[in-house]
């Protein structure tokens, strides 16, 4: 596998070698020297048409802490603003000779299009409305460190189904690895045929009719951001009546189980989609998932190179 493109890309075997890799690198401070003089030499190109603090900050610290060198290209000055394609902006970095790229475009199926003209690693940092690998092996790891596994669990995700790139990943890697996901929040913010994300594994993934439903007796519950800027039409009637609805609450997650713990990819819209005592109470393992993020995007830099 040169690229890392969706999470149909992966194996179970393949989730269970990157996160026990992703091990390795805990603490983030404590990088063999052996690993980082491996890597000397390597570059990693970031190209992101979209705003993203943790993503792209933790591509840079992974591929750093490694002992990369990390090139930055913001799209708004680089010569796609002058009306070159994307087409010759890969073949012209190409031409440079990276040794990785990670691509987060709007348009679905943009990293696809680039790895077929690029000789570099490709990674996929989130496309459109489609998916965000990465961040799927990341909650992985984060639930596993928790829980000691995957199978079993029972995973309700709440919110902006329809506009998650991130529900439709952890759909099939979740299913893939032998969870139970539970979707819920307002049906005009359903995903219709999510469930095919997961059509190799019949069962284990859901729908469900109310919030309650989708909550109870859940052991992780994870909660989507409003995508406000990919909403075009009016899906609920207003923020506040979204959080009065649909926001996680303390209330609401009592019907989780005692111990289940919070997950929000971010970034967080607090009084929205989740409350700020929850967020940031004693089950949210948000910032934790930022951290296991540069753990796991390292183990992934390591294995692409290593191929």
């Not at 070698?17 to 020297?33: G, I, K, N, Q």
């Not at 929000?264 to 929850?278: F, W, Y």
Request: aromatic fraction near 6%.
């Amino acid at each position: 596998m040169k690229d890392f493109l969706d999470t149909a890309d992966l194996s179970p075997n393949l989730v269970t070698e990157l996160l026990d890799s992703a091990e390795r690198f805990l603490p983030l401070t404590t990088v063999p020297e052996a690993i980082r003089t491996q890597w000397q030499g390597k570059h990693l190109v970031t190209l992101f048409s979209e705003a993203s603090t943790r993503t792209r900050t933790s591509f840079e610290l992974a591929a750093k802490r490694l002992g990369l060198k990390v090139v930055n290209i913001v799209v708004g000055m680089s010569s796609l603003a002058k009306g070159e394609t994307l087409r010759d902006t890969i073949l012209t970095l190409d031409a440079m000779q990276p040794d990785v790229v990670v691509v987060r475009h709007a348009v679905a199926g943009v990293p696809h299009f680039m790895a077929r003209f690029s000789r570099a690693h490709v990674i996929n940092a989130g496309d459109g409305e489609h998916e965000h690998p990465t961040q799927a092996l990341l909650d992985a790891f984060t639930l596993r460190r928790h829980f000691g596994r995957l199978a079993g669990l029972q995973i309700a995700i709440l919110g902006d189904i329809r506009h998650s790139r991130v529900a439709r990943s952890n759909v099939r890697l979740l299913a893939m690895m032998g969870a139970h996901v539970r979707l819920g929040g307002p049906r005009t913010l359903r995903a219709p045929g999510i469930e095919q994300f997961a059509a190799g594994w019949p069962g284990t993934v859901c729908v469900a009719d109310t919030l309650r439903v989708a909550i109870a007796d859940a052991d992780a519950v994870m909660v989507l951001r409003i995508q406000q800027e990919r909403l075009d039409g009016a899906f609920f009637p207003s923020l506040g009546e979204y959080f009065t609805h649909f926001g996680l609450t303390r209330e609401r997650l009592a019907w989780a189980k005692p111990e289940a713990i919070v997950l929000h990819p971010g970034p967080i819209n607090r009084e929205v989609e989740i409350a700020s005592d929850v967020a940031d109470g004693v089950q949210s393992v948000i910032q934790t998932q930022v951290t296991h993020g540069v753990a796991v995007r390292m183990a992934l830099l390591e294995w692409l190179l290593s191929r």
